[in-house]
């Protein structure tokens, strides 16, 4: 079956600080992957995606992610984090089915402190 | 970039009523929309696909006849939740995919927060 885990429920992490959000998945076939972000009582926001090439993608405000085919994962990284990044960040993969759907990670809380 | 919005973005109503919310694609045609159901703890739900011009498939343990969805147009998807009861609330976010490409990121709407008394 396919999914998307998320290992960490809260992540701390100092203003200033490199930081990183774990992601790794399980599908059949290539993963297509994605990263959101989400601000308290707001819709989710496109971070990042992998598709194809590069295992290193970036994005926006800042964030990449890396691919790792082997380890099947695909986390979150910022070099140096801001108090403005404190949200939840949700990885999803799509299904590998016809049908364009996500399947999500339940979401880590990031809180950057001052 | 690509803009969804949601309307409402806050609903109260009592117990048994029927509330709709409009889910829009403001600069962009959106062949599929998706509807999210997002509880205290954060996590997601799938609720449905809504394609334009057919009928929606619903994700398993989701009631068609509760959670009615119409996606009439190409800009245009809504969610009736029908017969509200106190344990529909939640935050309901819809998102669409720009069509063409099957592994485009999906855009979303700021959500919908429905408390029923």
């Known amino acids: 079956a396919q999914s998307v885990a998320q290992p960490e429920d809260q992540v701390n992490v100092a203003e200033g600080n490199p930081l990183t959000v774990k992601c790794t998945y399980s599908v059949s076939g290539n993963p297509y992957l994605f990263w959101y972000v989400q601000y308290p009582n707001r819709g989710l926001q496109f971070l990042l995606k992998?598709?194809?090439?590069d295992n290193l993608v970036k994005g926006s405000y800042g964030f990449e992610a890396e691919f790792n085919k082997s380890q099947t994962s695909f986390h979150l990284k910022k070099p140096s984090a801001l108090v403005s990044d404190s949200a939840l960040y949700f990885c999803?993969?799509?299904?590998?089915?016809?049908?364009?759907?996500?399947?999500w990670g339940l979401g880590t809380s990031l809180a950057v402190n001052p | 970039g690509a803009v969804v919005s949601q309307h409402p973005s806050r609903v109260i109503c009592k117990s048994g009523t029927s509330v709709k919310i409009e889910c829009r694609s403001l600069?962009?045609?959106?062949?599929?929309m998706f509807w999210y159901r997002q509880f205290p703890k954060k996590s997601l739900m799938l609720m449905a696909t809504s394609n334009e011009g057919s009928k929606a498939t619903y994700e398993q343990g989701v009631e068609k006849d509760k959670f009615l969805i119409n996606h009439a147009s190409l800009t245009l998807s809504t969610l009736t939740v029908t017969s509200a009861h106190p344990e529909d609330s939640s935050f309901y976010i819809c998102?669409?995919?720009?069509?063409?490409?099957?592994?485009?990121?999906?855009?979303f709407g700021p959500g919908t927060r429905l408390t029923v008394l």
């Open positions: 998102s669409a995919g720009l069509a063409g490409g099957p592994y485009n990121e999906q855009f």
């Open positions: 992998y598709i194809t090439g």
């Open positions: 999803a993969v799509r299904d590998t089915g016809n049908n364009r759907k996500l399947i």
């Open positions: 600069d962009f045609q959106a062949t599929t």
